[in-house]
């Protein structure tokens, strides 16, 4: 028995001390915030069990009467493996320790729910006080009819939205938000405090709370707490994200923050600085540069030349998605002026003064547009059937899709390829994108070989095999190395005029 103690220990060891650490410090938490919540409790869960299964196994070494009763429905191999000795008293002194550790994690959790139970009541009475004109807006769906999480509008200056969780749940959301947020801003917000209750990440604040609180000197459930607390909110603006653009999210972060002062560096361990500047990461962050080493004087010049290029990652798949869809068989400009179309057809005003005044600046349509746009826009766009029809199916598998963004680049070109109409070309232009993927190389252009060809060694027909030889020394950086190819200009002279566009909207 002593064998099982040490290994459900040594399990419980390992899920509470390095795992929690290299959990913390990696950076793929912030692209899949719900995976990353469930790891961490899924550790929380394992150091959970190996403690209940050791206080089992030790009551049982030291008390007969409890071995006999726990092993009694065993198979004879168990009961040799697990044959009650002579008491130990190790095991006497280690079932007290985790009984003791048991009772007072029941108590601390207990303790937890009624503080937010209590605090809930407080709340409750405090909105009953502050919103006379609705006496019966807290009193519980079944006496005022409405539906669980119906909106409550507070009269109150102060910009604020929130979800009041609980049998009688509430969406709470003030007038001085209303004031302040754009009707598509207020939107995102609700979206957010949706989420929240949609995941019940208010059950695990609670909980991730007590444990802290309760083992303030145990460093996983310090970390839990922490990672919680960011996390769940990741996930809501993630949701937030995915219902109403992630550049409409951002700004209403932003806009109902900003008066708070917790834009700064030094507020509130400078979470929501985090939360915003990851929405998206432009600015090339996440990139690796110094990785990069050229292999021919050519691609050394371009790098030389443009020391600054780096290789941002959006987060955002289906932003990169369509556009890239749209592209697919057609030149350049006639892809730039189907999107131009679309968006400035079903695209929302960009917030700020640059959506304001006549010939407002425009972003992508959400989701459920998209899903709207009938058929006979889609060919005033000059989009044919095979691309819409693509673009479409890809909409509506948006989900699977956007956690591309955070796989490795082999697995996420399997996903995106997993939509009939995307193929390899389609998954590296989008790629390229969301992921910062440094070596998705484009194959299937029907250009860039040849460019590549000739600039790397004189031959101006090379195809895609040959493409991908010459670019067989930069493995893990390709597409930067066809980056700075393509910046330093060589380009093979042109053997005739440039192919006229057809636009098909006028068939």
């Known amino acids: 028995m002593a064998p099982s103690l040490a290994l459900l220990l040594a399990l419980a060891l390992s899920a509470a001390l390095p795992a929690p650490r290299a959990l913390a410090a990696a950076r793929w938490p912030d692209r899949d915030p719900v995976l990353a919540l469930r790891l961490w409790w899924c550790l929380i869960g394992t150091v959970m069990l190996c403690c209940l299964c050791a206080l089992a196994l030790c009551t049982a070494a030291a008390f007969p009467a409890v071995h006999a009763h726990l092993f009694a429905p065993a198979p004879e191999s168990v009961l040799l493996a697990y044959a009650a000795g002579p008491s130990a008293p190790w095991a006497t002194a280690l079932a007290a320790l985790l009984a003791a550790g048991g009772l007072w994690t029941a108590l601390v959790v207990l303790r937890e729910l009624l503080r937010d139970r209590s605090a809930r009541r407080t709340h409750r009475r405090a909105l009953r006080e502050r919103a006379p004109q609705l006496p019966d807006g807290l009193a519980g769906p079944a006496a005022t009819g409405e539906t669980r999480g119906a909106l409550l509008v507070l009269e109150d200056s102060y910009p604020d939205a929130w979800w009041l969780p609980g049998r009688d749940a509430r969406l709470v959301v003030t007038t001085g938000a209303l004031r302040l947020l754009r009707p598509e801003e207020l939107d995102a917000v609700l979206a957010h405090e949706r989420g929240h209750a949609r995941a019940r990440h208010h059950a695990l604040l609670r909980l991730a709370t007590a444990l802290g609180d309760g083992f303030p000197g145990v460093p996983v459930f310090a970390d839990l707490r922490a990672q919680t607390h960011r996390l769940v909110e990741l996930c809501a603006d993630d949701e937030a994200s995915h219902r109403c653009g992630r550049l409409t999210a951002a700004v209403a972060l932003i806009r109902l923050n900003e008066h708070r002062g917790v834009l700064s560096c030094s507020s509130s361990r400078g979470l929501m600085t985090h939360r915003v500047t990851r929405l998206p990461q432009l600015l090339g962050a996440e990139d690796r540069p110094e990785e990069f080493v050229a292999h021919h004087r050519l691609v050394a010049q371009a790098a030389r030349r443009h020391p600054g290029l780096r290789l941002v990652r959006t987060g955002a798949v289906l932003e990169a998605l369509i556009p890239s869809v749209l592209e697919q068989k057609v030149t350049t400009r006639e892809a730039y002026r189907s999107w131009r179309r679309l968006v400035n057809r079903f695209g929302e005003r960009a917030p700020g003064p640059a959506g304001e005044g006549d010939g407002p600046m425009r972003v992508m349509p959400d989701r459920a547009t998209w899903l709207r746009v009938p058929s006979w826009e889609w060919h005033r766009a000059g989009v044919d059937g ?9 909409v509506r598998a948006a989900p699977r899709l956007e956690q591309a963004a955070a796989m490795e680049l082999p697995a996420a070109i399997d996903r995106l390829c997993l939509v009939p109409g995307i193929g390899p070309w389609t998954a590296a232009e989008v790629l390229q994108r969301s992921n910062g993927a440094a ?4 194959v299937g252009d029907l ?17 895609d095999a040959r493409m991908l030889e010459l670019l067989a020394p930069y493995a893990g950086q390709r597409h930067r190395a066809t980056r700075f190819v393509m910046l330093a200009g060589r380009i093979p002279p042109r053997r005739g005029p440039r192919r006229e566009a057809v636009d098909i909207s006028r068939w």
């Open 386 to 394: 095979k691309r819409s029809d693509t673009v479409v199916r890809a």
């Open 439 to 442: 070596d998705a190389v484009t």
């Open 447 to 463: 250009h860039l070989p040849g460019v590549v060809g000739y600039a790397l060694a004189g031959e101006r027909d090379a195809d």
